[in-house]
């Protein structure tokens, strides 16, 4: 997706011209927050919906619309999101018993995502010891819900594999 050619405040006077309450296609409002959902202030079902439109009708509402364009003119990550994106990182190194969300990622293979809702996809490391899963989809993985093979690997097992595989990197 393109910049966002708008400014907020742009966006709030075309607006008023009409007599009307900013308001943004939850579709593009989807592509603007894309990556930045873990804050719940930023997530769909937290928002003013009406006919398809997100509507951003008070104060609040507004300066959470000028952090999501300014985030996405800048690249940048709101604070508080950088912030809930580390303790979902933190919360699965203490599952994992000290493999980071990094190295977990580093020890699959072919790792898609994350999708909006923060889930990797991969090829599950126990089926491809049986050479398994070879179209990489049998594994979910998410840093707060933890490993989930649909072909119905043992987590435990899902795990042991990828630390086995992380110690063998790091020799
Ligand atoms: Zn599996």
């Known amino acids: 997706m393109s910049k966002y050619p708008l400014d907020p405040r742009q966006l709030m006077r075309e607006n008023t011209r009409k007599q009307t ?53 800048t690249g940048s990550v709101p604070e508080t999101e950088v912030k809930l994106q580390q303790e979902a990182k933190n919360e699965w190194m203490r599952k994992s018993d000290g493999i980071t969300v990094e190295m977990t990622l580093d020890a699959l293979e072919n790792v898609r995502g994350p999708d909006g809702s923060g889930t990797y996809t991969a090829r599950c490391i126990s089926c491809a010891e049986r050479g398994g899963d070879s179209d990489s989809n049998h594994l979910r993985f998410h840093p707060e819900k933890g490993l989930h093979c649909f072909a119905g690997c043992f987590a435990p097992q899902i795990l042991g594999l990828i630390r086995m595989k992380t110690m063998e990197g790091s020799k």
């Open 21 to 73: 309450v900013p308001k943004m296609d939850f579709l593009r409002y989807l592509a603007l927050t894309r990556g930045i959902r873990k804050d719940p202030r930023f997530k769909l079902s937290n928002q003013e919906i009406v006919n398809g439109m997100v509507y951003f009708r008070d104060a609040a509402a507004m300066r959470n619309l000028q952090e999501i364009i300014q985030a996405h003119n």
